[in-house]
C-alpha cells in the first residue's frame, strides 16, 4: 500500500476527481464518462451497468506484423458448433482451418514432447462455442495447445506453448501516477500476483514486466496477455464506477470474468431442480444433467482418469428440489468430483483441479478502510483472509491471493467462484452494516475501535489540565500498552477543546471514566453507536445475504455532559 497520503482525505477528493478526467484523456470513452449534458451519468436499475467493453485500453504489440496476429487471434474469437468423432490431429486442424479461414499447421517436435502424433485421435463436442475455448478444452485433453503465430495458428505442445511470449506494451499513466508520485511498483506487484502467478520470471517461469514513463512493457503468453488486459480494464472502470456511480452501484464487485454465457450458466445453477436419475453411469449422468439443466457440460477426461473415473463408472443421484449447484455437487462429492463453470460451459473435474481454477475479481471498498489518515487494507485483508476459507489463501499455502490497490480503493481478490460468493456476501455485510451507521468490526472484535470525542469545558477561572495533559493521563492509566507510540493501535489527540479517542468500546469505557474525573465528557453524537456481537457464527456462508455475520447490542456506556 502506497504511504505517501490518504485517499480517503478531503484534499485528495479533489485529484481523485481530477483522475476521472485522466482516465478521459487516457482513453475512456465519452458514453461512460459524459451524459448529453456534460455530466457523469449515474447508474440506475434501468441504466445498462458498465461492462469492461466500455472502458478502452491503450496497447501495441511489439516485434510482429500486427495486422497478420490479430487476423488470426481474432479468428479464434468465432463460434461454430464443432464436432470430432475419433478425428485424427491432422483432421482437427484440417476442420479448424476451414472454419476460421486460418492455415492450421502441426508442430511435430512438440507434439512429440507429449507422445503425441498427427493421427491421435480426439473426441468432442461443442454447440455454439468459441474456437479458442473449444480448442483449449479440447486439445488440453492431450497435453497440447493453439499458439497463434503471424498469419497462421500452430497445434503443439502445452509446455511449448507456455514458452511462447509475445511482448505487449501497455498505455497506462492513470493506474501509475498519483499527485506528485508514480507507484508502478503496486501495479506490477498486483499483476503478477493474479494473472498466472507461477509464470512470471519471479516465481522461475519465462514472463517479464517492466514499468516505463507510464507504461507496462510486458512479455508473456498470448492467453495471460489477455487476462491482464482484463485486470487492467477492471482497475480503470473500478476507478470510474466509485466516483461517478451512486448508492450500492459504487460497491458493485467488478467480474472481468463474467460473460453472459458464464451469468446464464450461474443463473440455471442458483434454481431448484430434481437429479433424481437414480443409479447410472457416469457418461448417463453427463448428459441427463445437461438436460436437465439445460447447460452446456464437459468433461476434464485427464482429471477424471487421475481418481479413477471413467464413462462406466455409477453415479447414484436421488436430489429432489434443491439448488442445481448443491444437487451436482451432491452427486459428485463421493467420488471426489467438482464442477466449476470455466469458458463457456459448465465443467466436471476432480476437487484437486477444481481448487486451482481461479478467478480474479475487484471490489471497491472505500467506506470500509477506516477512519485513520490512511485507509486501512490491512485489517480489512486479515478480516477476509481470517474468516473466509482460511486455508485457500496464499499465506496458508493456498493458490488464493489478495492485494490492495490504492488508486482504486479496491482489493483485487484471485480465487475459485465458492470463495469469492463468500467474500462478496461479506462485503455486502459490512457495507449494510455501515450504511446503517454502525461501526464497521474489522479483524474480529479484539481490533474494533470506534471514535469519540470528548469535550473539554469552560473552566470558569479554575486551573485547569491542558488537553495534552490529560492525554498523558489517560494513556498512562488506561491500558498503557494499547495506545499508539507503546506497542499498541488506540488513538488519542488533543486538538483545541476537544480530545479525540479512536479505542476498543471497553478502553473507550475506561477513559471516559478517567476523564469525567476530571469535568470532560463524550460528545452525545458519539454515545449511541452500536457495537457488533463477539464473533462470527460458526457456518459461514448460505443463500442469505444479511445478517448471521454480526449481531448489534447495546454499546457500553460512557459518562456524558450532566444536564
Known sequence: MNSRGSVLRPRRRAWLSALIFVTLAAGVPEKLLTSGEGDLPPQTPARRAWTL?????RFWRLGVDVDAYERVDKALDQSADLSFESDSLSLVAEKVGAICKVPVTLDRSGLADVGATPATRLNGRYQRASLRSALR??????????????GRLSITSRVTAESTLINTMYDVPDLIYGPGYEDED??????TTTVAAADWEYAGGAGSIKAFHGRLIISTTEDNQRDVRAVLKALRLALVQQFAATGAARFAPVKPDMTST????????????????????????????AQTLRVPIQVDFKALKDVGIDGETRIVSRIVGARAKVALEEALDAHQLACVVEDEWLLITNKTVAETCLVTRLYPVAELLGDG????????????????????????????????YEKSLCLVVSNTEDVHEQVESL???????????????????????????????????RPRPSASELVRVVTDLVEPTSWEGKGGMGYVQALTGTIVIHHRP????????????????????????????????E?????????????????????????
Open 373 to 404: 489518515p490512511e485507509p486501512d487494507f490491512a485489517r480489512l485483508i486479515e478480516t477476509i483472509t481470517t474468516t473466509v476459507a482460511p486455508s485457500s489463501w496464499e499465506d496458508a499455502g493456498g493458490p488464493g491471493s489478495i492485494k490492495e
Open 506 to 537: 471497553e478502553i473507550q469505557a475506561a477513559a471516559a471514566e478517567v476523564l469525567a474525573k476530571f469535568g470532560v465528557y463524550a460528545e452525545p453524537d458519539f454515545n449511541q453507536r452500536p457495537w457488533p456481537w463477539e464473533g462470527f457464527g
Open 262 to 289: 458464464r451469468l446464464a450458466i450461474k443463473d440455471r445453477l442458483s434454481q431448484r431442480v430434481d437429479l433424481s436419475f437414480g443409479d447410472v453411469s457416469f457418461a448417463e449422468f453427463v448428459e441427463l444433467a
Open 53 to 57: 467493453d466500455d472502458v478502452p485500453l
Open 427 to 461: 462485503l455486502a455485510t459490512l457495507q449494510s452494516s455501515h450504511a446503517a451507521g454502525g461501526a464497521m468490526p474489522l479483524a474480529g472484535l479484539g481490533d474494533f475501535r470506534a471514535m469519540r470525542t470528548y469535550k473539554m469545558p469552560d473552566w470558569d477561572g
Open 186 to 191: 503496486s501495479l506490477i506487484d498486483l499483476i
Open 137 to 150: 478444452h479440447l486439445l488440453g485433453q492431450h497435453e497440447l495447445a493453439v499458439v497463434v503465430k503471424e
Open 539 to 563: 457456518e459461514f456462508g448460505g443463500e442469505s445475504r444479511g445478517g448471521g455475520f454480526f449481531e448489534v447490542t447495546p454499546t457500553v456506556d460512557v459518562p456524558t455532559q450532566p444536564r
